[in-house]
């Protein structure tokens, strides 16, 4: 079941870019607030983002308009784990991923934005401003 669920995603997002993008609107010693835009629609209102150097701190602070939230459950997780799992074992892999215990909270466009920002934070920069691209 779960390597269907899988499968129909990426056939369904085949061709298909969806992106957010982001900016830094304000920084105050070790805090820096960022708006994120779904689709850059910039005509909406835009989701804050709050990064903290000091704490290694990030949350969504606000969802955006346009964007949306949802609890993920630990079963429906795995059930993808259990999809790349197999997909890494039909190619004859050995690194598997691990079973969640604990539901996942998802914002959808806020959580690609805030992998952004991290990807940056990890180099030891910090971004004014970005774009996240997937399919």
């Not at 190619?91 to 992998?115: K, L, R």
Request: include cysteine; charged fraction near 30%; proline fraction near 3%.
């Amino acid at each position: 079941m779960g390597l269907e669920i899988l499968k129909n995603c990426i056939d369904k997002c085949r061709g298909t870019q969806i992106l957010v993008t982001f900016e830094m609107v304000e920084q105050k010693d070790n805090l820096y607030t960022y708006w994120y835009y779904p689709e850059n629609k910039r005509a909406l209102r835009p989701g804050i983002i709050v990064v903290d150097t000091i704490r290694e701190y990030i949350e969504i602070t606000r969802v955006a308009e346009g964007d949306w939230e949802r609890d993920i459950p630990a079963a429906e997780i795995n059930e993808l784990v259990d999809a790349i799992n197999q997909m890494e074992a039909e190619s004859g892999g050995t690194d598997f991923s691990e079973y969640v215990t604990e539901d996942e909270h998802s914002i959808y466009y806020g959580d690609h934005a805030v992998n952004e920002i991290i990807k940056y934070l990890r180099k030891g920069e910090i971004p004014e401003k970005g774009i996240r691209m997937w399919y």
